[in-house]
């Protein structure tokens, strides 16, 4: 016997038609990111040619970090409740609060360790911190790490929670978080290797936090403190 729809329970879950919108949308936003609002440059050098730029020219850090709040959290958010989601529909709710907790006090020490081994490779230190002048002080640091929360919060909004959660309706929760992984490790692409392979693994588990917990928070402050620990090893060692 086939069991009745819960129409209660799926109303809010994103419709068929939602999904193609929500994509294009973070598209857009990732190209506009990737090319024009960079705090460093791309470009192409081929044998017998001089360097050749693709990318725009580079914005200081913390322009890079807020536009990264403009693009890559605000406009996905926007285009998300003209969709008709709820903001705690794309993770921005309090969600299953005791789990989130208990996530965010597993996933702390192991953020703070990658961030100690990230530190330690070459390829890594020769592109954070972004911020070039950042020293390893409370007056030069504690600035840097606030703008970085801008940062991950963006990117934690359109990742985990506009293409993960926005989408698990559509798609089914293991499709969705396989898609966000995807999709965020393409936008490591001109980093180094390292970090692009890291951020599969990486992805699949902050999406897995995220589906248990119905919320992007614990996922933001794990993926802040990678952050922010490597860039404290970084300047700490020079």
């Given at each position: 016997?086939?069991?009745p729809?819960?129409?209660?329970?799926?109303?809010?879950?994103?419709?068929?038609?939602?999904?193609?919108?929500?994509?294009?949308?973070?598209?857009?936003?990732?190209?506009?990111?990737?090319?024009?609002?960079?705090?460093?440059?791309?470009?192409?050098?081929?044998a017998?040619?001089?360097?050749?730029?693709?990318?725009?020219?580079?914005?200081?850090?913390?322009?890079?970090?807020?536009?990264a709040?403009?693009?890559?959290?605000?406009?996905?958010?926007?285009?998300?409740?003209?969709?008709?989601?709820?903001?705690?529909?794309?993770?921005?709710?309090?969600?299953?609060?005791?789990?989130?907790?208990?996530?965010?006090?597993?996933?702390?020490?192991?953020?703070?360790?990658?961030?100690?081994?990230?530190?330690?490779?070459?390829?890594?230190?020769?592109?954070?911190?972004?911020?070039?002048?950042?020293?390893?002080?409370?007056?030069?640091?504690?600035?840097?790490?606030?703008?970085?929360?801008?940062?991950?919060?963006?990117?934690e909004?359109?990742?985990?929670?506009?293409?993960?959660?926005?989408?698990?309706?559509?798609?089914?929760?293991?499709?969705?978080?396989?898609?966000?992984?995807?999709?965020?490790?393409?936008?490591h692409?001109?980093?180094?290797?390292?970090?692009?392979?890291?951020?599969?693994?990486?992805?699949?588990?902050?999406?897995?936090?995220?589906?248990?917990?119905?919320?992007?928070?614990?996922?933001v402050?794990?993926?802040?403190?990678?952050?922010?620990?490597?860039?404290?090893?970084?300047?700490?060692?020079?």
């Amino acid at each position: 016997m086939v069991k009745p729809i819960d129409w209660r329970r799926t109303r809010r879950l994103p419709a068929p038609g939602r999904a193609a919108p929500l994509l294009t949308l973070a598209a857009l936003a990732l190209t506009l990111f990737h090319y024009w609002t960079r705090a460093d440059q791309l470009g192409l050098r081929a044998a017998g040619q001089g360097w050749s730029p693709l990318s725009g020219a580079p914005l200081p850090a913390p322009a890079h970090w807020l536009a990264a709040g403009l693009l890559l959290g605000l406009l996905p958010l926007l285009g998300a409740r003209l969709g008709g989601l709820r903001t705690r529909d794309v993770g921005l709710g309090a969600g299953r609060v005791r789990t989130g907790l208990a996530w965010t006090a597993i996933g702390i020490p192991v953020a703070v360790l990658a961030g100690r081994l990230a530190a330690a490779e070459p390829a890594m230190r020769a592109v954070y911190p972004l911020d070039r002048a950042l020293a390893p002080t409370p007056s030069s640091f504690l600035p840097h790490a606030a703008l970085l929360l801008v940062y991950y919060v963006a990117w934690e909004l359109l990742f985990r929670g506009v293409l993960l959660l926005g989408l698990r309706g559509r798609l089914g929760a293991g499709p969705a978080n396989a898609l966000q992984t995807a999709l965020s490790a393409t936008a490591h692409f001109a980093r180094p290797a390292l970090e692009t392979l890291s951020a599969i693994p990486a992805g699949l588990a902050l999406g897995a936090i995220t589906l248990r917990c119905r919320s992007i928070w614990p996922a933001v402050v794990i993926h802040w403190t990678v952050g922010v620990a490597m860039d404290w090893f970084v300047v700490w060692m020079r």
